[in-house]
């Protein structure tokens, strides 16, 4: 089963030079960030395995949280094409071998507090024990 590993490599893939948000990606967000930023968002893992191999298809969220002083969504919308490259494209992800990545959705919404741009990326990835 797959457990933290993909979770592992999602961070690392956001975290790596150049880091997108300046390194500011988080499962649990301090009090006060400073945007922009990153979280990693949930997961959901679907049994794709038979009776002769392991695989799991596996639903990962990760959300782009902007407070551009213009308030605009063109911020959020350049780093959110940024994470859809890294979390799409070459992500290694430790005991496992990825069979495929890609986008399943992406989502531009304006805050109820009217001043935080949010994007919500769920990229859809095919998993197989390594």
């Not at 298809?57 to 959300?63: I, Q, S, T, Y």
């Not at 213009?70 to 290694?92: N, Q, W, Y």
């Not at 531009?108 to 935080?116: I, N, S, V, Y």
């Amino acid at each position: 089963m797959i457990g933290p590993e993909l979770q592992q490599a999602i961070y690392a893939a956001l975290v790596a030079a150049p880091a997108i948000c300046d390194g500011r990606v988080y499962d649990r967000v301090p009090d006060e960030p400073v945007f922009p930023y990153l979280t990693i968002g949930d997961e959901q893992a679907i049994d794709d395995g038979n009776s002769c191999e392991d695989a799991w298809e596996v639903f990962a969220d990760a959300h782009v949280w902007s407070r551009p002083e213009s308030t605009s969504k063109v911020e959020a919308k350049t780093i959110g094409a940024a994470v859809v490259d890294r979390l799409v494209t070459e992500l290694v992800v430790a005991g496992f071998r990825v069979v495929f990545a890609a986008l399943e959705s992406y989502r531009t919404l304006r805050d109820p507090d009217g001043l935080t741009e949010h994007v919500v990326i769920t990229v859809k990835y095919s998993i197989q024990p390594a």
